[in-house]
């Protein structure tokens, strides 16, 4: 049973941080990523990390403000979101999948409930 759990969100004010976590459990993918969706907006990538040689991606609209990290041995993703802007508030969601392109494609098959951030 695949578990994907996140946390770590909420409100801060612009140019603050925040941490986001999700735990994984149940299998270990080879791609973990971070998705966001904003009240009327398509839910978009931010963030992925591809397990077997640890590269990452990071939107452009994100890039150099936002970090991702896979801990292996706890089986748990980081997304590091510094300089936070209020185009950033949105739900944000952890997903898991066993190919990059599903990440690429925006359909990974596992998904997390999902974890509020809202920057003012």
């Known amino acids: 049973h695949v578990q994907l759990v996140e946390s770590g969100g909420g409100s801060v004010q612009a140019g603050g941080s925040l941490r986001l976590s999700c735990a994984a459990s149940g299998y270990t993918f080879n791609t973990y990523s971070w998705f966001r969706q904003a009240p009327g907006k398509e839910r978009a990538a931010v963030a992925a990390h591809y397990t077997g040689t640890a590269t990452t991606y990071v939107a452009d609209s994100v890039q150099g403000r936002f970090t991702i990290s896979r801990d292996n041995a706890k089986s748990t993703l980081h997304l590091q979101m510094n300089s936070l802007k209020p185009e950033d508030t949105a739900m944000y969601y952890c997903?898991?999948?066993?190919?990059?392109?599903?990440?690429?494609?925006?359909?990974?098959?596992?998904w997390g409930q999902g974890t509020q951030v809202t920057v003012s």
């Open positions: 997903a898991a999948d066993r190919t990059w392109s599903a990440v690429v494609r925006g359909i990974p098959d596992f």
